[in-house]
């Protein structure tokens, strides 16, 4: 056919369709064709990293060559037509399926992070599975440990290894909670940025700040910090290992301080904070340390400040739900949970200052909302 072999216009002087990341595609010569031009751009983290590697065109206009000319061999239809020259093939067009497959030979980047939090997680699970025969949760309280933290704190939460004590702990963590939740660990930890919206809208956010008591690994401040990239933010936790490996997730952040510290005293200002977060933490507080700590959120909240727990759900929240709430601290060594799920934390609110707005229930998750009276 008369197409197979079109007549070459260069690439200044024909119509440009679409350009992405990797490739160019103009019109071709003939109806239903279209030529597809390879460029040397190399992009990583969707665009945010952008480099030019010379010749990358031409490797890649001969792989897709080799790729799709054998599936045509064999039988099956693709969009190949055949190679017009070092950088473009003469291609169909077609109606593409929104699927994207990256292939490495190589682990490197984001995928070597994720495999290796994977494998630190199933290495785990073995010794976490015996941890839970035996009850053993005492194993991170030893000589070396004992004075430096509060001793509710020093327990294998989880009945994980290192408690949130350890390096590979603080790795291994969010791969075990979204196992847990099913994947929806980061969507549930959204759902504390809407009070924060309406408590943020029409005010400069350069000149409001922000702490997260219990941040852990960061992954909720990250989410605030793509929300609000210039609110000043402080993030609190009481491990060592949880702080340095969230610095290291969040270094490309700015305007961000984060603090080992103690939230039953949190050593800053009264009245310097214009919203006070907690994320999953308070489950994890016996009683009369979760009222320490929401009075002293109370504390550093400025008047007319707002405080956003997002937590577990409570009992009686969603009662289908009730029997997997009683279940949960026995599978996972959850000592505090108990107390937790009976916990009135508008009546606590109340006795720390504090006005109770508004409870949202999100999958197992709640959002509790209070405001500190201007």
């Known amino acids: 056919m008369d197409y197979l072999k079109p007549r070459y216009v260069p690439m200044n002087r024909r119509r440009r369709i679409y350009e992405g990341k990797a490739k160019v595609l103009f019109e071709g010569p003939e109806p239903g064709t279209l030529i597809q031009h390879f460029k040397d751009d190399a992009t990583a983290f969707n665009a945010k990293k952008h480099e030019v590697i010379d010749g990358k065109g031409v490797l890649n206009n001969r792989i897709s060559e080799f790729l799709f000319q054998n599936l045509n061999d064999i039988g099956v239809p693709t ?164 702080v340095h490996h969230a610095r290291r997730h969040l270094r ?46 109370a504390r550093v909240l400025k008047p007319g400040g707002r405080l956003v727990l997002l937590d577990s759900l409570q009992s009686g929240d969603v009662p289908d739900y009730d029997g997997l709430l009683e279940r949960f601290p026995q599978n996972y060594h959850e000592p505090y949970y108990k107390s937790y799920v009976t916990e009135d934390f508008a009546a606590l609110a109340v006795r720390c200052g504090l006005v109770h707005r508004r409870n949202v229930t999100a999958f197992v998750s709640k959002v509790m909302v209070f405001d500190k009276p201007s």
């Open 252 to 297: 490309r952040r700015v305007r961000l301080n984060l603090i080992v510290a103690n939230a039953e005293a949190i050593p800053l200002p009264a009245a310097s904070m214009d919203a006070v977060t907690s994320i999953f933490t308070m489950h994890e507080l016996p009683p009369g340390v979760r009222r320490t700590v929401i009075g002293e959120a």
């Open 79 to 242: 969009h190949f037509m055949r190679r017009l020259n070092m950088r473009e093939q003469l291609i169909r067009e077609v109606e593409i399926i929104p699927l994207e497959v990256v292939v490495r030979n190589v682990a490197a980047g984001s995928l070597a992070t994720r495999l290796y939090r994977s494998r630190l997680f199933f290495d785990d699970l073995a010794e976490v599975h015996k941890r839970r025969e035996r009850n053993g949760f005492r194993e991170v309280r030893n000589e070396e440990t004992r004075g430096r933290r509060p001793d509710y704190y020093l327990q294998n939460f989880h009945f994980q290894s290192g408690g949130w004590l350890t390096e590979d702990s603080a790795d291994r963590y969010d791969t075990q909670v979204e196992v847990l939740f099913k994947g929806t660990a980061n969507a549930m930890r959204r759902q504390a940025l809407p009070p924060l919206h309406e408590h943020f809208t029409g005010r400069d956010q350069r000149k409001l700040r922000l702490l997260d008591l219990g941040c852990g690994t960061g992954r909720f401040l990250d989410l605030v910090k793509q929300a609000w990239p210039r609110l000043p933010s402080f993030g609190l936790d009481l491990s060592d290992a949880y």
